[in-house]
């Protein structure tokens, strides 16, 4: 089992910069995919990014590339988001998640989330 705790989330300017960071426990943890979500009021759920379990893999939603980037440290059993230029847009909760494949994600386990505020 893993266990996953956000930090880094805040209030910050359009055009600023953050790093979430995903701190994972278990012993397994270096078998996981993982992948940041996020979720706006009103709207659904929706993957930011996607990185497999030895990092030579990643996905990005068309709404964050060449603006985020994830990674993920296994010696740290940490997975990065990295968001740059952020826009209000990217105002939301970002939920870290755990699961067997890219494709299997959002049926893992998940963080508690953290929020994100970006003010015009």
């Known amino acids: 089992q893993v266990q996953l705790v956000e930090s880094g989330g805040g209030l910050v300017q359009a055009g600023d910069s953050l790093r979430l960071s995903c701190a994972a426990s278990?012993?397994?943890?270096?078998?996981?995919?993982m992948g940041w979500f996020r979720q706006a009021p009103g709207k659904e759920r929706e993957l930011v990014a996607a990185?497999?379990?030895?990092?030579?893999?990643?996905e990005y939603a068309d709404s964050v590339k060449g603006r985020f980037t994830i990674s993920r440290d296994n010696a740290k059993k940490t997975v990065y988001l990295q968001m740059n230029s952020l826009k209000p847009e990217d105002t939301a909760v970002y939920y870290c998640?755990?699961?067997?494949?890219?494709?299997?994600?959002?049926?893992?386990?998940w963080g508690q989330g953290t929020q994100v505020t970006v003010s015009v």
């Open positions: 998640a755990a699961g067997g494949t890219l494709a299997t994600l959002a049926r893992g386990y």
């Open positions: 278990g012993p397994t943890f270096p078998s996981y995919a």
């Open positions: 990185i497999s379990w030895g990092g030579g893999r990643t």
